[in-house]
Nanobody, 123 residues
Framework: QVQLVESGGGFVQTGGSLRLACTPSGRTATTYHMAWFRQTPGNEPEFLASITRPGTTTYYGDILKGRLAISRDVAKNTVYLQIDSLRPEDTAIYHC????????????????WGQGTQVTVSS
């Protein structure tokens, strides 16, 4: 069983930036395609970005377009999500997801999920 551990969330003012991190506990991150989603209360997770196992290709959703950058640090066994120009409506729980075979934009395509890290943007 893979455990995904997210970090990097917190409180930030409008216009600020955060870098979220996700590490698969006990496993090599390059074994998995990785993605980030965000979720607000009462809503389904929204796709933000994904990255292939070797980290050579990235995909972005329409949400936060132009304000996101997903990357992979093989040496640190970690996938990052940089979010810039944060707005109050970006307040959500940000989840990391992983799958050894699938890479897509839907929640069901990822077998493993982290607990999430809370991002709160104040106005």
């Amino acid at each position: 069983q893979v455990q995904l551990v997210e970090s990097g969330g917190g409180f930030v003012q409008t216009g600020g930036s955060l870098r979220l991190a996700c590490t698969p506990s006990g496993r090599t991150a390059t074994t998995y395609h990785m993605a980030w989603f965000r979720q607000t209360p009462g809503n389904e997770p929204e796709f933000l970005a994904s990255i292939t196992r070797p980290g050579t290709t990235t995909y972005y959703g329409d949400i936060l377009k132009g304000r996101l950058a997903i990357s992979r640090d093989v040496a640190k066994n970690t996938v990052y999500l940089q979010i810039d120009s944060l707005r109050p409506e970006d307040t959500a729980i940000y989840h990391c997801a992983a799958d050894p075979r699938q890479l897509g934009r839907r929640q069901v395509e990822y077998q493993y999920w982290g607990q999430g890290t809370q991002v709160t943007v104040s106005s």
